[in-house]
């Protein structure tokens, strides 16, 4: 496996899963989420691991403001993972993740990808038209600067992008939920349409650097791949408050562990809920 390969693999932990949107969508014609977290300025950092190593940082972070795209009221969240200490003598990663997200029903307007991992680059945009359940992809030209030809293709549901489905995951009513229950959700990433489910595997008191925090513990079922260890291979623990902030991501590589856990927050909509 290639330095690019591997490195991103596990410095973007914290949104691999977030290839899992859903269904429903924008106040006119789409299904409003019943529960909203987010609150404009918040801000999680998280440290990622590999083994003992801690080899990079991530951070979540909603915009102080709120933006209009389409003419609806949008948060712009962005994720981003990034290299640190030693590790960026072998591996330089600063990968950013971003989406402009209805304030209302949680799914995707715009979003973006900026990935810079060593000399590697890619900058993507894809815009979504839900009510009639088409996606607008470009990539940008690294030589020219200019963005290619755009693909343009249809999707059966109005779908959410990996940061548009970690936001949805906190706006989910667990308190019903039991050990097993499986959510079944439908996303895009690039110019593949899936669908994903994920199993609710009950509560967990999880250690953090901010104290033991009580957690919802879910469990995607990961398609056959060589990169993550079988097809419960990552699992994913939301504070078990009205925030339901990511507060640990684990992976079961092929090569080895790898970890994201969270360090500081900041701004958060509601109090937080500690052990």
Request: charged share 25%; hydrophobic share 35%; aromatic share 12%.
């Amino acid at each position: 496996m290639s330095t690019r390969q591997f490195y991103p693999s596990f410095i973007l932990l914290i949104i691999l899963v977030l290839r899992i949107p859903a269904h429903g969508q924008d106040s006119t014609y789409l299904q409003p989420v019943s529960f909203n977290p987010v609150q404009p300025g918040e801000t999680m950092e998280y440290k990622v691991t590999f083994g003992f190593l801690t080899v990079g940082k991530a951070q979540i972070k909603t915009a102080p403001n709120v933006y209009k795209v389409n003419g609806r009221p949008c948060y712009k969240i962005d994720v981003r993972g990034k290299t640190s200490g030693a590790v960026d003598w072998v591996a330089n990663v600063d990968d950013t993740w971003g989406s402009y997200i209805d304030t209302l029903g949680f799914y995707p307007y715009l979003s973006y990808r900026n990935i810079s991992e060593n000399s590697y680059r890619k900058n993507e945009v894809t815009k979504f038209d839900q009510r009639n359940k088409m996606v607008e992809l470009k990539v940008l030209n690294q030589k020219t600067g200019k963005f290619r030809e755009p693909k343009i293709f249809q999707t059966l549901e109005p779908v959410r992008d990996i940061v548009g489905g970690y936001t949805y995951l906190r706006t989910l009513d667990y308190a019903e939920k039991k050990e097993g229950d499986t959510l079944s959700v439908y996303g895009v990433f690039e110019d593949e349409v899936y669908r994903l489910n994920i199993l609710f595997a009950g509560r967990e008191v999880v250690k953090t650097k901010l104290g033991p925090i009580n957690a919802i513990k879910l469990v995607p079922v990961m398609p056959d791949n060589k990169l993550f260890a079988g097809e419960n291979s990552i699992t994913i623990w939301l504070s078990d408050d009205l925030n339901k902030i990511p507060v640990k991501v684990e992976a079961e590589l092929v090569i080895g562990k790898a970890a994201c856990e969270i360090i500081s927050h900041e701004r958060l909509k509601n109090p937080p809920h500690y052990q």
